[in-house]
């Protein structure tokens, strides 16, 4: 089966499975999931060696942070990196308080900027965990907020490239619609029904 640059993924397990049809993954890497939760990624295939992290667990007599963790440099073949990454601003919904509770972002930043902060925190982190040659998987996204687009997308590639990360691939994983449009408010902007992966290797340092 083609793997596209584009697809629509039913979610995001079928997009880790074509991380594994083309090689990025298997079962003799070591692969760190930070940000496991409720484990949707690795539903349909999961990597043998998957060291899993949640929200809230204690690790080494303290609660797991994905942006100051307890490994050495350079531990991990692989990272799956799923972060919050859409700033939900001042709303409060039921339905956002349950994916806040489902995905331990109860605390989590309120605003783009803030947000963005703490990805490149944990991106920056990653890439220090990660041995070199290794590969970093990161999902993000460019959005919407208080009426104007935030470039999500485009600002962690740019931290990753100041990291001095190489890009390897990206897969655009688009849904069949995109939420609902708020009522009163009329469409000014594209409605956004795509997510950003990045494939990201740690270079070797030249000696």
């Known amino acids: 089966m083609t793997v596209l640059a584009a697809q629509q993924w039913k979610n995001n397990a079928e997009l880790i499975e074509s991380l594994f049809e083309l090689g990025y993954l298997d079962d003799e890497v070591t692969v760190l999931d930070p940000t496991f939760e409720g484990g949707k990624w690795w539903t349909k295939r999961k990597p043998a060696k998957l060291t899993a ?29 799923d972060p919050p990454y ?65 470039p999500g997308k485009f600002l962690t590639w740019q931290h990753a490239m100041t990291l001095g990360m190489e890009l390897v691939d990206e897969f655009t994983h688009v849904k069949a619609s995109a939420g609902p449009q708020p009522k009163g408010r009329r469409q000014v902007h594209a409605r956004n029904n795509s997510s950003t992966l990045f494939v990201f290797r740690k270079r070797k340092v030249k000696r």
């Open 53 to 81: 992290r949640t929200f809230g667990e204690i690790v080494e007599g303290r609660p797991w942070d994905f942006t100051d963790t307890s490994y050495v440099s350079d531990t991990f073949d692989r990272i799956a990196f």
């Open 86 to 150: 859409v700033a939900k601003g001042g709303r409060e919904t039921s339905g956002i308080v349950e994916m806040d509770e489902r995905y331990g972002q109860v605390d989590c930043p309120r605003t783009p900027e803030l947000l963005q902060d703490l990805i490149d925190a944990g991106l920056t982190e990653m890439h220090r965990i990660c041995r070199p040659n290794g590969l970093v998987f990161v999902k993000c996204q460019s959005y919407i907020s208080s009426g104007k687009m935030w």
